[in-house]
């Protein structure tokens, strides 16, 4: 069982950054493409970012194109999200998963094995 837990959530001020964590359980971390997910009050949990199992490929949702970036650490085993220019509809639980079985990099809930319990970004306009 993989086990993922995210840290460096908390409230900033629009236009402000925040670099979320999340440390894996499992070994070989590098097996596994990893993704970031997030669901607003109300909503449906959304695509934010994936990154391939070496790092080389990554793909993001429009809406934070040129804001955040993905990175992974296999030596720590950690998948990072830096997150820049943030803004109040950034608000979210921002969710770390994995994906073992996917041969490209996924974006569907569906396509992805472990998930963390969450980390609450908040960004105050």
């Known amino acids: 069982q993989v086990q993922l837990l995210e840290s460096g959530g908390g409230l900033v001020q629009a236009g402000g950054s925040l670099r979320l964590s999340c440390a894996a359980s499992v070994r070989p971390f590098s097996i596994y493409n990893m993704g970031w997910f997030r669901q607003a009050p109300g909503k449906e949990r959304e695509f934010v970012a994936s990154?391939?199992?070496?790092?080389?490929?990554?793909n993001y949702v429009d809406s934070v194109k040129g804001r955040f970036t993905i990175s992974r650490d296999n030596a720590k085993n950690t998948v990072y999200l830096q997150m820049n220019g943030l803004k109040p509809e950034d608000t979210a639980v921002y969710y770390c998963a994995a994906d073992r079985r996917s041969a490209g990099l996924g974006h569907r809930a569906s396509e992805f094995d472990f998930w963390g319990q969450g980390t609450q970004v908040t960004v105050s306009s």
């Open positions: 990154i391939s199992r070496s790092g080389g490929n990554t």
